[in-house]
């Protein structure tokens, strides 16, 4: 019974607020940061195979016999802060022979693409578009961060490469780049 009565004795010493002893407390921060950071898929090789000619004789021979050869591949884009979305890119040229025969102006040994990147979403950054007929850079601002599964699509349109291809092997280059402004 002694010590019951100890037990409550100390529990009621304890719990009245005018013996219990005085408080203090302090604010602090608590801090991280996080780099800022954009990352691109490695887009996929685009190969059209052997383009279509007009193979028949008369005026349209041997130009290229379809309007257009569409190529499209999802690559991840994403940036964790405001940024640019750029695509370079040169023609494709003609590995196997130049252009400089006695009747060069019918022929060409370039082949004129575009390119466009754009959000799957159509929202999340602004569309980026690039003809290498035009130029060799295109570059978008986008204000806000970004992560998507964007869409890369490469472009053969005939209106682009009104000359006759002569035959070979065509290779040219294109980036995306995002990354500071």
């Avoid at 005018?18 to 921060?29: E, H, I, M, Q, V």
């Avoid at 004129?112 to 003809?131: C, K, S």
């Avoid at 961060?145 to 000359?163: G, W």
Wanted: proline letters at 5%; hydrophobic letters at 40%.
């Amino acid at each position: 019974m002694k010590k019951l009565l100890l037990a409550a004795a100390a529990t009621a010493l304890i719990s009245t607020p005018a013996l219990a002893g005085p408080t203090a407390s302090d604010t602090f921060l608590i801090g991280a940061g996080v780099q800022a950071e954009c990352s691109v898929d490695d887009p996929d090789t685009v190969n059209f195979g052997l383009l279509d000619i007009e193979e028949d004789s008369g005026s349209d021979a041997l130009l290229l016999s379809e309007d257009r050869y569409v190529e499209r591949q999802r690559i991840w884009a994403s940036c964790n802060y405001p940024t640019s979305i750029t695509l370079d890119a040169i023609p494709m040229i003609n590995l196997l022979q130049s252009n400089d025969g006695p009747d060069a102006e019918d022929f060409t040994d370039v082949i004129h693409y575009r390119l466009r990147m754009r959000a799957d979403d159509n929202d999340d950054f602004a569309e980026v578009n690039l003809r290498t007929i035009d130029e060799s850079t295109s570059s978008e601002f986008q204000p806000d961060a970004f992560h998507n599964r964007a869409v890369l699509r490469t472009v053969i349109n005939a209106n682009d490469n009104p000359e006759r291809p002569l035959a070979g092997i065509y290779l040219g280059i294109a980036q995306v780049t995002l990354g500071a402004i």
